[in-house]
Each structure stands twice: as structure tokens, then as C-alpha cells.
């Protein structure tokens, strides 16, 4: 006779199918060719002689992008489907890789970074409503803290990799090898069976912003800003005090984010989400105090 605690595990409805797996395989590549990028852009930029406000500028161009585009893009998966969007986004992220090689000036840039932000837009949006559409309801907290996993995982390595990678000032296998790993998640994109066919949902007349969004896009929103923060500046800031591998900051952070994350969309399944957000906020802050403060 099976034990009660045995039979409500045996109830939950299973989470880690097939396309499930697959998803986030694929997340893990395209956010590793964006976690090569993250800490080196700004370095390539200060190669060919740009100034701080001309890198943030540029690196900031890409969140710009990819926030712009978020909108209309979940309403375009609504009406047409997930697996084209999910496709396109890691495409633009294959070209956008290698096409960096190419590109030395400001103008240029920028207009590479806003096409890139673009392609991050595109896979998220589609990639997490996937991952929602292929979760149980009541494991859908769960659910995304596994796909939030994967591009964790990528980060636990991916800023350190690329650092190592122009160690000897050379960025062309640097775009070479982002542009290889993004070509996996294309590959890996395409073995994902659409999970919201075209048509599946009516239309629904109506605003495109919801107030009730307002006050957790407003959140994210902050957080957003200081994370552009550290990922514009740090590795530079690195560089100045003689730190010999900026990424290891990135390591540290994606290996407590790996170790947290599954644990709080468990939790924010059961207490609430504000009552999960407001500590992490909370702890943001301190940690941006402690930055603050280590550069001394």
C-alpha cells in the first residue's frame, strides 16, 4: 500500500517531458553565446577607442531593443504561434555573433546592438511562453525557475570562457565560437514542436499594456537597470584594479543563482510571489551597496 506522501508524488503531473528538456538545452545554448559576449563587448569597443558613455550607449542599445520588441512579440505568439518567433530569435542571434567581427565603429554598433537585443526579445518571449504552455498549472513556478536554470548555467561559465578566450587580445574566435554556440541553439530550436498553434487562442480586443502589469514591469524594470549596470562597467572596472578575469564575478553570481533559483519558483508556488520578490529585491540592494564599496 502506497504511503500518502508517495501518493501525492506520484499525482503531480509530470514536468520534465521530452520537448520540456529540449527547451531549455536550447535556452542553455543561445544565452551561452549571449554570456561570451557579455563582459568582452565593452572591451572590444575600448579597443577601437570608445569612450565609457559611447560603451554604455551601445551595450545599453541591446536592452533597449529587447524591451521595445517584447509586446508585440507575445502578441504575435498569441495569434501565430510560438516555434516560428523561437526560431527567428536564435537566428538573429547566429548572425548578430559573427557579424561583431565586422563591425569597429560606433554607428555600427549600436546598430548591430539594437538587432542583436532584438533577437533576445524574440527567443525569450517565445521561449518562455513554451516552457508555460508545456508546464502543469500548478508547476508552472517551477517550471521557469528550470528554465531560468538554463541560462544561469550558461552564465556560470560563459563570462569566464570569453574572458579567456582574448586573453591574447584576439576577438575573432571569441564571434567565432558565439556564432558556433547560437548555430546550436538554431539546430536545437527547430526540434521544438510548437505548443500554441496559429489560431489557437481568439483574438482579444483591448489595450496592449495592462495596468495590472505596471507595478511588477516597474519592478523588473529596476532590476534590469542595475544589472545593465554591472555588465556595462564591471569588466572594465575589473580590468582598473587588476582583476584577471572579470568573468569569475559571473560564475559567483550564476552558481548562487543556480543553487536558488528552482527553490524559489517552488516557493513562490506556495507563499505567493511578492512574498518570494520583495526578500530578492531587498538583497539586490545590499549586494549593489557591497559593489559599491569593493572598489576601493
Not at 226 to 232: E, I, R
Not at 282 to 287: I, K, R, T, Y
Amino acid at each position: 500500500m502506497a504511503r500518502p506522501a508517495d501518493a501525492a508524488t506520484e499525482s503531480r503531473p509530470r514536468l520534465l517531458t521530452g520537448p520540456f528538456v529540449l527547451t531549455c538545452v536550447a535556452t542553455f545554448f543561445f544565452f551561452l553565446s549571449f554570456y561570451l559576449l557579455l563582459p568582452t563587448l565593452p572591451l572590444y569597443a575600448q579597443e577601437y577607442g570608445m569612450g565609457e558613455s559611447e560603451i554604455g550607449l551601445i551595450i545599453g542599445a541591446f536592452a533597449f531593443s529587447a524591451l521595445l520588441v517584447r509586446p508585440y512579440v507575445g502578441r504575435a505568439i498569441d495569434r501565430h504561434g510560438r516555434r516560428g518567433v523561437l526560431l527567428l530569435g536564435t537566428a538573429v542571434f547566429l548572425f548578430s555573433s559573427l557579424a561583431y567581427h565586422f563591425t569597429r565603429t560606433v554607428g555600427s554598433l549600436l546598430a548591430l546592438r539594437l538587432l542583436h537585443g532584438a533577437g533576445m526579445g524574440l527567443f525569450t518571449t517565445a521561449a518562455s511562453a513554451v516552457t508555460t504552455d508545456l508546464a502543469p498549472p500548478e508547476r508552472r513556478g517551477e517550471a521557469m525557475g528550470y528554465f531560468g536554470m538554463a541560462a544561469n548555467l550558461a552564465m556560470a561559465g560563459g563570462p569566464a570562457v570569453g574572458m579567456w578566450l582574448i586573453g591574447d587580445g584576439a576577438f575573432g574566435g571569441l564571434f567565432l565560437t558565439a556564432g558556433s554556440v547560437a548555430a546550436a541553439a538554431v539546430l536545437l530550436a527547430t526540434a521544438v514542436p510548437e505548443t500554441f498553434p496559429a489560431g489557437a487562442a481568439p483574438a482579444v480586443p483591448g489595450p496592449l499594456f495592462s495596468r495590472a502589469a505596471l507595478l511588477p514591469s516597474g519592478a523588473m524594470l529596476s532590476l534590469c537597470i542595475t544589472y545593465g549596470a554591472v555588465v556595462s562597467f564591471l569588466p572594465l572596472l575589473g580590468r582598473q584594479v587588476g582583476m584577471g578575469n572579470p568573468g569569475l564575478f559571473f560564475t559567483v553570481y550564476a552558481a548562487f543563482l543556480v543553487l536558488t533559483r528552482p527553490q524559489a519558483g517552488l516557493l513562490s508556488d506556495r507563499v505567493g510571489r511578492a512574498a518570494v520578490i520583495l526578500p530578492g529585491m531587498a538583497l539586490v540592494a545590499a549586494a549593489m551597496g557591497t559593489l559599491a564599496a569593493a572598489r576601493g
